[in-house]
């Protein structure tokens, strides 16, 4: 009877406690976060070449994965201190509500829904690309008209699963689409020949055509890029400093290339130079990496070990990379293109 | 004695109520009730103010936008205009259809099993115990992608396996000429229903006759005979109305004809095959649960060993196999739920493409858990009124 009328009345203090217990408060800055952890946790891409992907020796390469390291570049002081987590499409966004990852860095397209409905805020765009479409050569396909009747495999949760809808829909053309959330088991639902399509950003297709195809030859991508996919960087809203850092960070890696600065000459620069605007970006002339509460050699420290966006760009998708992939509109914007890195001033 | 009058009811020392053992009984109970209610509340309350001051979306007004994404296969018409819960629709039908077709299924090949199992035949008896060993010992999830991976490495279109006219099995699935529509075909479908009824109240009244005056009387193939004469005089009185939509090959795929995708039917073995090996070991064990002496006192009285499972061994052994096999029909219907892995567009497949596009994790989660709360306790409840007519009545 004793024990009875005391789990009892536990019962009664444990709702009272649960009852007295606010919601969680409003997270502390996320700098002091993530400087107390050592590490950023950095959602990226289960694996797409060119954006975010595990190497032979295990080390994550990709646009997505310098991006993640030059936000713990300026934050940490160490680009290497970052915490990849891949997730599939449908998993990213709860990840990042919940605080499972601090950055989502996979190429996430910035839309009006997602932006306002999911509570998130998006940095600047990392990479401009649209929809895109591979169909094996012997369809003799070459433009989006000619898939009537066709299926086609796409991953759910994709701002391309509702493109391809708006897009066949306005041609008023049929399609039927295989929707899987592995992004491996979808692209080998195509090679298997499941699908007569696949769909995904266009900049993903070259990558997956280069290194899953048995043999690449046979396999075509439409020359047209079909919406617009600007991808960029998210984080929850509410952490106002830490979403100017995002945003500054990807603006040095744009300046950098427009002034010249790679990781190749930064130390050279940083000697030699007499611009003041560069000057500022390398720390040199010091006051601007307080107002974001980093230190003056923030942007030094991102090109240093980053590189410029030329660097990211060529590393991942240039010359010096297997995918071979033109710039097209991720030019800077004195080349024609739409990267315009705003005054650090 | 003097135990006894401690647990009295009525008030002790000094009359508190507190020293009531029927007031505490209640008492606790409200205490109980309370508890629940304040930790649902605050649970609720707790995840309001989160999304709120993370500015999420909340609340259901997204099941009347437009969904904006297409979907597979679909048993209602369906269009990207449509809203996202028409989408779950959609996706709740796909679950229905994969989980009705997979619990008959499942039920003819354990049934069949079990009682291979107990065969005399030795090989046949060796064959089921292998499957039930090797079927069941493989996680449910992996026969599922096995099998897709067989459904989807056959041969493309145009190399369809084709064995006669009217079906192809390919890639893309398996595809069959129907007969097209038309409005004879309702009053067909009305007379099998009816030869449904007339078949089961047939089956009832033989049975009772039999056992009232003992006299046996073949119930099998009059059975089938209403069932399929019944809508087969329909369609011959009707004209016998007959043109075939025949699946034609366009550009890249058929046209036409029906289509089982390659996600159904591996979605549909997977779990028959998986579910059938436990639904195997129950009926064997019902079966084995009935005293020898029964089968032997059959056999002594000069029936045939058909006769001895069907009007003897059977009748017995289900009450002992239906209230587990109603735990696998419930597991089947929510292992269903792994089309999501290969692309089947069933209810989590549709509400995870829901979630993501609308960002309302907790609502979308919910609806799920909704939908295979109330499917489950459909099927309980069937299958307790079906164990209430099996069970031992004691007379």
Known sequence: MKALRRSGWLAVAASVAFLSTPAVAADGPMVTKIKQRGELACGVHTGRYGFAVADSQGKWIGLDVDFCKAVAAAILGDANKVKYVPMSAVQRFPALQSGEIDVLSRTTTVTLTRDVSLGLHFGPTTFYTGTGFMVRKTTKATKLEQLAGATVCVVPGSTTEKNIAALFKARKIKYTPVVIESQKAMVGAYFSGRCDVMSMDHAGLPGHRRFDAKNPDEHFIFEEVYSKEPLAMAIRQGDDQFYDIIKWVTHVTFNAEEYDVHQANVDEVLKTTTNPDVQRMLGKIGGLGKKLGLDDQWGYRIIKQVGSYKDIYDRNFGEKSPLKLPRGLNKQWTQGGLLYGYPIK | ?395
């Open chain 2, 1 to 395: 004695m003097a135990q006894a009058e401690t647990f009295q009811d009525g008030p002790r020392r000094g009359g508190s109520l507190l020293y009531s053992t029927a007031f505490r009984g209640v008492a606790y109970q409200i205490l109980l009730a309370a508890g629940v209610i304040l930790v649902g509340y605050f649970l609720y309350s707790n995840v309001n103010q989160n999304l709120e001051r993370q500015s999420i979306a909340t609340g259901f007004r997204f099941l009347t936008e437009s969904a904006g994404f297409d979907i597979g296969e679909s048993l209602i018409p369906y269009d990207s205009n449509d809203s996202y819960g028409k989408a779950l629709v959609v996706g709740i039908l796909n679950t229905l259809l994969v989980s009705v077709f997979g619990v008959v299924l499942a039920t003819i090949l354990g049934g069949f099993m079990g009682i291979a199992r107990v065969s005399r035949n030795w090989l046949a008896a060796k064959l089921a115990s292998m499957y039930v060993e090797v079927m069941r010992n493989i996680p449910v999830v992996l026969h599922v992608i096995f099998w897709a991976a067989v459904f989807r490495n056959l041969p493309g279109p145009k190399e369809s396996i084709h064995p006669f006219e009217g079906l192809y099995f390919n890639n893309r699935g398996l595809i069959f000429a129907v007969p097209k529509a038309n409005p004879a075909y309702v009053w067909v479908g009305v007379a099998f229903l009816v030869g449904l009824v007339a078949a089961f109240l047939f089956v009832r009244w033989a049975d009772r006759r039999r056992e009232r005056t003992g006299k046996f009387m073949p119930t099998f193939w009059p059975a089938l005979a209403i069932m399929i004469g019944l809508p087969l005089v329909t369609w011959l009185v009707q004209g016998a109305p007959l043109v075939w939509d025949k699946p034609t090959f366009g550009a890249f795929n058929f046209s036409g004809g029906a289509v089982l995708t390659p996600e159904f039917i591996a979605l549909l073995v997977g779990i028959v095959v998986y579910t059938g090996a436990f639904i195997a070991e129950i009926v064997r064990a019902g079966i084995q649960s009935v005293p020898r002496g029964q089968i032997e006192a059959a056999r002594s009285l000069g029936l045939r060993s058909g006769f001895v499972m069907r009007y003897v061994t059977l009748p017995q052994a289900l009450r002992v196999i239906v209230p587990p096999t109603t735990s696998q029909y419930l597991s089947l219907a929510k292992n269903s739920s792994l089309g999501v892995f290969i692309g089947y567009p069933e209810l989590v497949n549709v509400a995870n493409t829901t979630l993501n596009q609308t960002g309302q994790a907790v609502e979308a989660v919910g609806i799920m858990m909704t939908v295979y709360l109330l499917m489950s306790l459909t099927i309980s409840i069937i299958m307790n009124l079906y164990n209430r007519k099996t069970i031992i009545r004691e007379r």
